[in-house]
């Protein structure tokens, strides 16, 4: 079924807001229920994963599931999606992201408007955001190639594992570490420190999409030298 472009623009924006929604309300309540970081970020991880699997299952019927700027050029880049599209998309995006943080500040009564403290920044914070953005789009470009039906839970799935083994607690999206940086919560960023984590993820991502466009592409089994005898 297609869907006229409206209909996926409110798709991707409604989709990117659950998303924020749960990262940055799971981080609030994780915060509040353990003083034990680990035992936070686990109980930011779950709710994380679970919501993509659910919103990539639903929503992607209709919008192609991105809820992510890379997710998008990537797929602009490779042809597989329309160009007068990305801008509208990239915006639906973030606005549904910035939206998705003020909804889980309005559910535990915190100001709405705030702006992030937490120090992210660095080599590693970068390399860690490249590796992240580079494996999920990787994840998708693969689960395309072989395991369509699979897509949602192998998003799910490597997020929840990048959440533990990068520095960065894997962001992997530019339109969620915008969104991250309105709040002063536990998942937040600093928005001087959000340049660094695009740059990265936007380099990862193009990185994975040059990879598989070399290591997924199909290849003809048939000789042509034997095709071309047969053809004399």
Same mark, same amino acid.
């Not at 606005?95 to 705030?114: K, N, S």
């Given at each position: 079924?297609?869907?006229?472009?409206?209909? &996926?623009?409110?798709?991707?924006?409604?989709?990117?807001?659950?998303?924020?929604?749960?990262? +940055?309300? =799971?981080?609030?309540?994780?915060?509040?229920?353990?003083?034990?970081?680990? +035992?936070?970020?686990?109980?930011?991880?779950?709710?994380?994963?679970?919501?993509?699997?659910?919103?990539?299952?639903?929503?992607?019927?209709?919008?192609?599931?991105?809820?992510?700027? @890379?997710? /998008?050029?990537?797929?602009?880049?490779?042809?597989? $999606?329309?160009?007068?599209?990305?801008?509208?998309?990239?915006?639906?995006?973030?606005?549904?992201?910035? *939206?998705?943080? !003020? !909804?889980?500040?309005?559910?535990?009564?915190?100001?709405?408007?705030?702006?992030?403290?937490?120090?992210?920044?660095?080599?590693?914070?970068? /390399?860690?955001?490249?590796?992240?953005? $580079?494996?999920?789009?990787? /994840?998708?470009?693969?689960?395309?190639?072989?395991?369509?039906?699979?897509?949602?839970?192998? +998003?799910?799935?490597?997020? /929840? *594992?990048?959440?533990?083994?990068?520095? =960065?607690?894997?962001? @992997?999206?530019?339109?969620?570490? !915008? *969104?991250?940086?309105?709040?002063?919560?536990? =998942?937040?960023?600093?928005?001087?420190?959000?340049?660094?984590?695009?740059?990265?993820?936007?380099?990862?991502?193009?990185?994975? @999409? *040059?990879?598989?466009?070399?290591?997924?592409?199909? &290849? =003809?089994?048939?000789?042509? @030298?034997?095709?071309?005898?047969?053809?004399?």
């Amino acid at each position: 079924m297609t869907f006229d472009l409206g209909r &996926r623009l409110a798709a991707e924006a409604l989709g990117t807001a659950i998303l924020v929604t749960t990262v +940055v309300g =799971s981080g609030i309540m994780a915060d509040r229920l353990s003083d034990d970081v680990a +035992v936070s970020l686990l109980g930011n991880t779950i709710p994380t994963g679970a919501i993509l699997v659910v919103l990539i299952s639903i929503l992607g019927p209709i919008s192609g599931a991105h809820f992510n700027p @890379a997710v /998008t050029m990537v797929f602009a880049i490779r042809r597989e $999606f329309e160009l007068s599209a990305v801008a509208p998309y990239l915006l639906a995006q973030i606005g549904g992201g910035v *939206a998705g943080t !003020i !909804i889980a500040h309005a559910m535990f009564e915190l100001p709405l408007f705030q702006v992030s403290e937490t120090v992210r920044t660095g080599p590693g914070q970068w /390399t860690a955001e490249a590796i992240a953005t $580079f494996g999920l789009v990787l /994840t998708i470009l693969g689960g395309l190639r072989f395991r369509n039906d699979s897509i949602p839970w192998l +998003v799910g799935l490597y997020i /929840t *594992a990048a959440y533990w083994f990068t520095a =960065s607690t894997s962001f @992997a999206n530019p339109a969620v570490a !915008i *969104a991250r940086s309105v709040t002063s919560t536990f =998942s937040g960023i600093r928005p001087l420190d959000l340049p660094g984590f695009i740059i990265a993820q936007i380099l990862g991502a193009l990185v994975a @999409a *040059a990879l598989a466009g070399w290591m997924l592409a199909e &290849r =003809s089994n048939e000789n042509p @030298a034997i095709i071309a005898k047969g053809t004399e």
